[in-house]
Nanobody, 124 residues
Framework: QVRLVESGGGLVQAGGSLRLSCTAS????????MGWFRQAPGKEQEFVAA????????VYSDSVQGRFTISRDNAKNTVYLQMNSLKPEDTANYFC?????????????????WGQGTQVTVSS
């Protein structure tokens, strides 16, 4: 069982930045791809970004492409989401997942473990 713990959320004004972190327990972190998803109240879960096991390959949703950057530090068992130029529509609970494969996936069904999430609120 892998435990994922997110941090770094908060309240920020539109145009601002936040960096989210997700730290995993155990010693298998470096073998699997990781991803970030988000869910706003009353909306479906939405894919945000993902990267493969070494961090060499990344993928983003169209809504965050060019504003968000996903990265990982395998020595620290941590994946990051740098969010710049935030918009009110980015407001959501952001949570990370660890997939069951080493290459990235944008599909939630491909993820085996999930964190509880961290709230991001962007004011206009």
């Amino acid at each position: 069982q892998v435990r994922l713990v997110e941090s770094g959320g908060g309240l920020v004004q539109a145009g601002g930045s936040l960096r989210l972190s997700c730290t995993a327990s155990g010693n298998t972190f470096s073998r699997y791809s990781m991803g970030w998803f988000r869910q706003a109240p009353g909306k479906e879960q939405e894919f945000v970004a993902a990267l493969d096991w070494r961090g060499d390959n990344t993928v983003y949703s169209d809504s965050v492409q060019g504003r968000f950057t996903i990265s990982r530090d395998n020595a620290k068992n941590t994946v990051y989401l740098q969010m710049n130029s935030l918009k009110p529509e980015d407001t959501a609970n952001y949570f990370c997942g660890q997939s069951s494969a080493n290459y990235y996936t944008t599909v939630a069904a491909g993820y085996r473990y999930w964190g509880q999430g961290t709230q991001v609120t962007v004011s206009s």
